[in-house]
C-alpha cells in the first residue's frame, strides 16, 4: 500500500458526461500529479501540484481541468467525454518538486466512456 | 517518435533466469532514470532510482544508465514468478518545472515460470 488513495476505482459513464476523479496523497507530501495509462499511449503525464499551485501541464486536453484542495486532496475533471478516455487515471504523490523525490503512485481509477 | 521507447515484449523466462529489460531516449535533458513494476491492476511501484550515470545494486536488481548511447537497462537475477509484472522505465529531466513530470516507457510484461 503506497499511503495514495484514489476514488473511486471504477466508473462506467456515457459520452458527453462529467466525471470527477479524487485522490488523497501520502501524509505530509505536497505534490500530487495525474497520469493517465491507456493500452496505446502508455503512461502519460497530465498535470503536477504543489501546495496548491499548478506547476506543470503535461498533454491534458482542454476538456480537462485539475485542482488541489487546502487540505492537499486532489480532483481530476474531466467533461465532454469521449470514447478515447476509456483508460486507467493514476494519482501520485511526493514530498517535494526535486528529481529526487519518490513519486508514490494510487490503485487508479479505471473510467470506462460507453 | 518517442521520447521514450521501451520493447514491450512480452518477455517468457524459466524461474531462475536473467532477466534484462531495456530502454532508450532521445531527450538530452532527462537527467533522472527509474524503473517502476505494476501488477496487474495496480498502480506502479518504484524498484530502483538512478541520477545521472552509472549502476546501482539493491538485491536482486540492477539498474545501469549510459548517458553517452542515451540506454538504460535493468537486470533481474534469480528470477521469480513473484517477478511477472510489467516493468516501467521513467525518465526526468532537472531544472524548473520538469523536475516532476516523468516520461514513461510503453511497459515490458514479464513473465516467470515455475
Known amino acids: 500500500d503506497s499511503g495514495v488513495t484514489q476514488t473511486p476505482k471504477h466508473l462506467i459513464t456515457a459520452t458527453g458526461q462529467r466525471v470527477t476523479l479524487r485522490c488523497s496523497p501520502r501524509?505530509?507530501?505536497?505534490?500530487v500529479y495525474w497520469y493517465q495509462q491507456s493500452l496505446d499511449q502508455g503512461l502519460q503525464f497530465l498535470i503536477h501540484y504543489y501546495n496548491g499551485e499548478e506547476r506543470a501541464k503535461g498533454n491534458i486536453l482542454e476538456r480537462f481541468s485539475a485542482q488541489q484542495f487546502p487540505d492537499l486532496h486532489s480532483e481530476l475533471n474531466l467533461s465532454s467525454l469521449e470514447l478515447g478516455d476509456s483508460a486507467l487515471y493514476f494519482c501520485a504523490s511526493s514530498a517535494g518538486t526535486t528529481g529526487t523525490d519518490t513519486q508514490y503512485f494510487g490503485p487508479g481509477t479505471r473510467l470506462t466512456v460507453l | 517518435q518517442k521520447e521514450v521507447e521501451q520493447d514491450p515484449g512480452p518477455l517468457s523466462v524459466p524461474e531462475g533466469a536473467i532477466v534484462s529489460l531495456n530502454c532508450t531516449y532521445s531527450n538530452s535533458a532527462f537527467q533522472y532514470f527509474m524503473w517502476y513494476r505494476q501488477y496487474s491492476r495496480k498502480g506502479p511501484e518504484l524498484l530502483m532510482y538512478?541520477?545521472?550515470?552509472g549502476n546501482k545494486e539493491d538485491g536482486r536488481f540492477t539498474a545501469q544508465v549510459d548517458k553517452s548511447s542515451k540506454y538504460i537497462s535493468l537486470f533481474i537475477r534469480d528470477s521469480q514468478p513473484s517477478d511477472s509484472a510489467t516493468y516501467l522505465c521513467a525518465m526526468s529531466a532537472a531544472g524548473g518545472t520538469s523536475y516532476g513530470k516523468l516520461t514513461f516507457g510503453q511497459g515490458t510484461i514479464l513473465t516467470v515460470h515455475p
Open positions: 501524509s505530509g507530501d505536497l505534490s
Open positions: 538512478t541520477y545521472s550515470s
